[in-house]
């Protein structure tokens, strides 16, 4: 199973300050991911990657940017935070899809953030 | 396109019961079937999974899961509930081949009561 880090875990912050959400990964996955998730709610794809320079935007739109600098690194920002933006983000990878791997994806811990 | 279809946002079980999570899934191509668990404050854990093979598939906890092409469906099953099962169960579906997305469905909350 695939060791992904995430960090903070959660974060309280002001309106107006920029935030970094980090997330790495130590399985040289090349797809990597971000889902937003409000409590008890669905999951929304907001960005993923096929590997470094690579970046796009999932299915719901979202005011975050990532970068995709090195293979092991998918950090998240938010250049201006707002209340609407408190949610859970979850950053996840998966290998090139084969026949035994079927495009597993495998999740962090999380990342709570409450803009105040 | 594919999509996931999770019936029941909410399932209660009595403890000792059989859980059972239903899953109904689209895809214009075999496809790969997934279950996550999702306890409070915490990632997605993969359950198990589907790729080939064997239609019967067991997964972790002691929950497994039928791949049924016919019904195109994927439940989840287990004899028996124990208290440490309550959580969120999210079915998800993708396509073979290596830039395909995952889909995930809306999830399904157990909960177990004593």
């Keep these: 199973e695939a060791d992904i880090y995430q960090t903070p875990r959660y974060l309280v912050i002001g309106t107006g300050k920029k935030i970094t959400l980090e997330c790495s990964q130590t399985m040289g996955h090349d797809k990597m991911y971000w889902y937003q998730q409000d409590p008890g709610m669905e999951l929304h794809l907001i960005h993923y990657s096929y590997g470094v320079n690579s970046t796009e935007k999932g299915d719901l739109s979202s005011e975050s940017t990532v970068s995709r600098i090195r293979t092991e690194h998918f950090p998240l920002t938010l250049e201006s935070a707002r209340p609407s933006h408190t949610s859970q983000y979850l950053c996840a990878s998966s290998e090139l899809g084969t026949r035994s791997s079927g495009n597993t994806i495998y999740f962090g811990e999380g990342s709570w953030l409450t803009v105040v | ?114």
């Design chain 2, 1 to 114: 396109a594919q999509s996931v279809t999770q019936l029941g946002s909410h399932v209660s079980v009595s403890e000792g019961a059989l859980v059972l999570l239903r899953c109904n899934y689209s895809s214009s191509v075999p496809p790969y079937l997934f279950w996550y668990v999702q306890y409070p404050n915490q990632g997605l854990q993969l359950l198990l999974k589907y790729t080939t093979g064997a239609t019967l598939v067991k997964g972790i906890n002691g929950f497994e899961a039928e791949f049924k092409k016919s019904e195109t469906s994927f439940h989840l099953t287990k004899p028996s509930a124990h208290m440490s099962d309550a959580a969120e169960y999210f079915c998800a579906v993708s396509s073979s081949g290596g830039y395909q997305k995952v889909t995930f469905g809306t999830g399904t909350k157990l909960q177990v009561i004593p």
